[in-house]
């Protein structure tokens, strides 16, 4: 928009909203300043350019100030409760920008009415999520304190989202696919690929058995897709920012969307079975692709094989494959093949805010659904060194021990990791296999040297924790401000309860057993001061 055309909208925004604030129909004011309501409409959304005479005759119609009116024209005001919408991330989801609210600021009830519905929208999510939560904790409580032999029934998940039913699904594959890896090996063979890829071998590939151009082209300005495929154009566009690794994994999971495709294996791997929710079965297709991806970048034998050599030493591996780390550590999570099965791990991506963006657990290990985890984990501790492998033997509550490593793996952007970046990639498999791997820790005493965890604060039955974040579901919140643990949301043990309530019974001075004692040894000092003075 020029700057006329931007002259032209202001001046007829401002018509509009003086009129509006007057209850005067666009009708009426047509009459009176003697133009046809057409072409009053057309001025007020800036459409037509407003002849000075007429400007003079509407101000003076609306008993405005003209040197008032003159001067305000540049500021485009935005109503205040439409203006703190635009920090709303939804509002930017909808690409809704300043001009636009602008425009809705000149129906001052059109603008009150949206501003309160989305407000009320918002504080009725905020109380749905709160009762999900509280239904949820309610069902976890009845399904873990039910009798023996009633307690595995899983009862109603409220919080199961479709990440957790693709989670799941993986899980219960135990995260192989075979139909996958065949497809895979299939094309390393009619191409003749060697152990390690480049992305002109993935690219020459998907131009010469799927007949699809590749286009590198910058996504619009505020948009950060980084990898199209368009199934009408038959073209794959791909962000100039990807450098080699992460580029060969977006040209080689595009690959695996066209097989999956052209084979129908989604609906093959899939089955009859029903998913609770609609999006989940395109989750899937998107984590399969991945799947493929990393079979045809890492083939299963050639993987297997160097995996055994090099005692699962991801870095080595990534080398050696040419690769990312992640990438790797996913693919040791689908060695399980029964005829060259690898050992069982379980898998964390988080980020240093410690949200857990991806896991899959192949050892049994629980993760909380709602979000959130234990800060003691090797995952989260790795942001304090993240140029080396933090390694841990964890011990959990019901005393089942882990062996867990961790690197952080950095993604900055013009140099910035703010701008970029920043994950904590997390593998662990059970304590007694930490033997077989490069990384393993030589121990004594595991349950000495293993670091007392949990899976989240909320459910975590530990009662000496100095880390919690929050107060445990599965203990009765009690405190006494007379006894101070080393964290306050440690919930107090029995004997810790006893005392306490012993305290509250003690001497009114209200320090308790121990104030009472102190009382009576300052009542024996001052007897004896008085028969010192006498």
């Known amino acids: 928009m020029n700057n006329d055309n931007a002259l032209n909208a202001n001046v007829g925004l401002k018509l509009r909203g003086l009129r509006l604030q007057r209850n005067i129909k666009q009708a009426d004011a047509a009459k009176d300043l003697g133009v046809s ?23 003076r119609y609306f008993e405005q100030d003209p040197e008032q009116f003159m001067s305000t024209l540049g500021e485009g005001r935005v109503d205040e ?52 939560a509280q239904l949820n904790v309610e069902e976890r409580t009845r399904t873990q304190g039910s009798p023996s032999g009633l307690g595995n029934t899983p009862g109603v998940r409220f919080d199961y989202s479709p990440f957790d039913e693709v989670s799941d699904f993986l899980e219960k594959h135990r995260n192989y696919f075979p139909e996958l890896e065949e497809q895979a ?15 002109s071998n ?89 799947y493929f991806a990393g079979a045809l970048m890492l083939p299963y034998g050639e993987f297997f094989k160097e ?38 791990f379980h898998f964390l991506r988080a980020d240093i805010a410690g949200n857990i963006s991806k896991r899959y657990s192949g050892t049994g290990i629980r993760f909380a659904s709602g979000g959130g985890s234990c800060a003691k984990w090797a995952v989260h501790l790795a942001f304090l060194n993240p140029s080396q492998i933090t390694r841990q033997y964890s011990i959990m509550p019901d005393g089942t021990t882990y062996f867990c490593f ?20 997390g593998l662990g498999t059970h304590a007694e296999n930490a033997k077989y791997l490069a990384y393993g820790l030589p121990t004594n005493d595991l349950r000495k040297d293993a670091i007392p965890s949990g899976i989240s604060c909320r459910f975590c039955e530990r009662t000496d924790c100095n880390q919690r974040a929050a107060a445990s579901y599965r203990f009765a919140f009690a405190f006494d401000e007379y006894t101070k643990k080393d964290c306050f949301f440690s919930p107090l043990l029995v004997h810790e309860k006893e005392k306490a309530e012993r305290n509250g019974n003690a001497e009114p001075d209200g320090n308790g057993a121990e104030g009472g004692e102190k009382h009576d040894s300052l009542d024996r000092s001052v007897r004896r001061r008085k028969v010192h003075e006498n």
């Not at 009053?40 to 101000?59: D, H, Q, S, T």
Request: charged share 25%; glycine share 6%.
């Open 37 to 59: 309501p057409a072409y009053l409409n057309l001025i007020e959304k800036g459409k037509r350019v407003m002849p000075f005479p007429l400007l003079w005759k509407a101000l």
């Open 81 to 132: 409760a439409l203006a703190k919408l635009l920090d709303e991330p939804l509002l930017k989801s909808l690409d809704i920008d300043s001009e636009s609210l602008q425009s809705l600021s000149a129906e001052p009830k059109l603008a009150g009415t949206v501003a309160a519905l989305f407000n009320l929208y918002k504080n009725t999510r905020t109380q749905l999520e709160n009762v999900l």
């Open 185 to 199: 090996e299939g094309l390393r063979r009619d191409f003749r690929l060697e152990q390690q890829l480049t992305s």
């Open 202 to 290: 993935l690219i020459r590939m998907l131009e010469e058995r799927f007949d699809f151009k590749v286009q590198i082209e910058r996504a619009a300005s505020g948009s950060s897709v980084v990898r199209r495929l368009d199934l009408d154009t038959r073209t794959l566009t791909l962000s100039p920012d990807l450098t080699e690794q992460p580029l060969k994994f977006q040209v080689a999971a595009s690959i695996g969307l066209m097989v999956m495709d052209r084979e129908k294996l989604v609906e093959r791997i899939l089955g009859a079975g029903r998913m609770r929710h609609g999006e989940t079965e395109r989750l899937i297709k998107v984590n399969l692709a991945n």
């Open 307 to 344: 995996v055994q050599r090099t005692r699962y030493d991801v870095e080595l591996l990534s080398n050696i494959f040419g690769t990312t780390y992640e990438t790797v550590a996913h693919r040791i999570c689908n060695l399980s093949d029964p005829k060259r099965q690898g050992l069982p």
């Open 406 to 425: 961790a690197k952080v793996q950095l993604q900055p952007i013009e140099g910035s990791i703010v701008k970029g970046t920043a994950y904590s990639i």
